[in-house]
Structure formats: structure tokens, C-alpha cells
């Protein structure tokens, strides 16, 4: 078993170059990631130097998916979200968008990360607010015990 460490995306991409459809063995991963690319050798193909997954979508059709370098995932991101055709999408409504034409492992989450993080989106979004606890009612055990004040104002 030869020890080859796969270690990004244009590593991998490397690998489907030398190797063509047979999978190499690998016994060496650096982090999740690279173990995620490695489990997805047989999405990939090469077209034109480019590095592309296929797989099936949730309705059954074969899709292909443009694999995505690290450095780019946030571009990528800000302008689905962000630009004026798309005007703000919420969360789901980006990932979807994006994970339709784009792979990478942990994507979802970079894309979690990035609407969260949109300015524009947090001051206009409508926040839930946290719900408050049951009111219950003090019953006081002797005079004076609970005193309470109704505030109205400013005035």
C-alpha cells in the first residue's frame, strides 16, 4: 500500500490526472476533508483540466458538480447570496442554489457561516426572540412580603 497523502482539492485533481478511473490505495489523510475527497474518487472526472463530481439530485437526474477550491468558497458564496438578482437569500435558499452547481466537502457549513455573517441580512432579518419562562403566580406568606409596581412611561 503505497503511502500517498492526499491534501487538497488540486491534489486530488492530481491523482485522477495519474490514475485515470482506478483508485489509488491511500493510508494517509491529514484531515476530514481530504478523507471526504478521497471517499468521492469515483464522482470525480476531468474535463479540460478542471476537476468535477457527478452525482444524482434529489429528483433522480444525473448532475454534475463543479468542485471547488477553499479560497473560492466564500466569492462564490457572497455572490449568490449577496448580488442583486438574488437579493439576500436566507439560508437554505443559498445552500440550495449553490450546492446544485458546486461540491466541496463541508460546504453547507461554509455557506452557514457566510449568510450568517451577511451585514445586510442581520439588520433586516426578523430574529426570533428566546421565549420567556411560565409566569407563576407568588402567593405572599405575610404583610409586605411581595410588593409590585405597574411602569408606564415616559410621560
Not at 7 to 19: D, S, W
Not at 51 to 71: A, C, I, M, N, S
Not at 121 to 140: G, M
Amino acid at each position: 500500500c503505497n503511502k500517498i497523502i492526499v491534501t487538497k482539492v488540486f491534489e486530488a485533481k492530481g491523482l485522477i490526472q495519474e490514475n485515470g478511473v482506478q483508485k489509488p490505495k491511500i493510508s494517509i489523510f491529514e484531515s476530514r476533508t481530504r478523507r471526504i475527497l478521497y471517499k468521492q474518487y469515483d464522482h470525480f472526472t476531468l474535463v479540460d483540466g478542471i476537476l468535477y463530481r457527478h452525482r444524482e439530485d434529489r429528483y433522480g437526474f444525473k448532475t454534475t458538480q463543479l468542485v471547488l477550491p477553499k479560497q473560492v468558497v466564500e466569492r462564490i458564496v457572497n455572490q449568490v447570496h449577496s448580488t442583486i438578482y438574488n437579493g439576500h437569500l436566507g439560508k437554505s435558499k443559498t445552500m440550495s442554489k449553490i450546492t446544485d452547481r458546486f461540491y466541496r466537502p463541508f460546504l453547507k457549513d461554509d455557506i452557514m457561516r457566510c449568510v450568517k455573517c451577511c451585514d445586510v441580512c442581520q439588520k433586516i432579518k426578523l430574529t426570533q426572540l428566546a421565549r420567556h419562562a411560565e409566569l407563576i403566580y407568588l402567593t405572599p406568606c405575610r404583610p409586605n412580603q411581595l410588593i409590585t409596581t405597574d411602569l408606564a412611561g415616559p410621560f
